[in-house]
C-alpha cells in the first residue's frame, strides 16, 4: 500500500510541477513577431514542388543586421524599397533555363507595416535575381 501511495505522490508532484512549466512558458505557437521589434522578417526559401519538405528559413533582423550571411546587404535592399521585396529591381546577368522550382516567402514588419510576401522562382538564379539577398539563405 505505500508502494502506491508513494507513486501517487510522486506521480501528483510532476503533474503538479509539469503545470507550473506550462503556466509560466511561452506559448508554444509563438511567432517571431512577439519577441523581435523594429524592422524585421521570417524568410523562407522551399526547393521543389508545393509538396516539398525542403524548407529553410530564418529570422533577419536589421537594427542591427542578423539572421543569415548576407543580413547587411539585405536590410539595405530593404532599406531601399521601403521593405517591398515587389519593387526590387532585377539584376542584371544570366541565369540558366533549368527548370528547379523555388518559393521564396516572408512575413513581418517594416517600419510598422505588415510584410506578406511569396512567389515561386524557375530556380534559385532567378530568385536572387529578383530579391536580392533577402533569400541568400546559403554561404
Do not use: K
Not at 14 to 31: N, R, W
Not at 84 to 101: K, L, N, V, W
Amino acid at each position: 500500500m505505500t508502494h502506491t501511495t508513494t507513486a501517487t505522490a510522486v506521480r501528483g508532484g510532476l503533474l503538479a510541477a509539469a503545470a507550473l512549466l506550462l503556466a509560466t512558458a511561452a506559448p508554444a505557437d509563438a511567432t517571431p513577431q512577439e519577441s523581435a521589434r523594429g524592422d524585421w522578417l521570417y524568410v523562407t526559401v522551399t526547393t521543389g514542388d508545393a509538396r516539398s519538405s525542403d524548407t529553410r528559413g530564418t529570422l533577419l533582423l536589421c537594427d542591427p543586421p542578423q539572421g543569415h550571411r548576407h543580413a547587411a546587404e539585405a536590410c539595405a535592399q530593404l532599406a531601399t524599397a521601403a521593405g517591398d521585396i515587389h519593387a526590387f529591381g532585377s539584376r542584371e546577368g544570366y541565369c540558366p533555363m533549368i527548370y528547379a522550382p523555388v518559393t521564396a516567402h516572408a512575413r513581418g514588419r517594416w517600419q510598422g507595416r505588415p510584410v506578406e510576401y511569396r512567389e515561386t522562382f524557375s530556380n534559385t538564379c532567378v530568385m536572387g535575381a529578383r530579391t536580392g539577398a533577402v533569400f541568400a539563405l546559403d554561404g
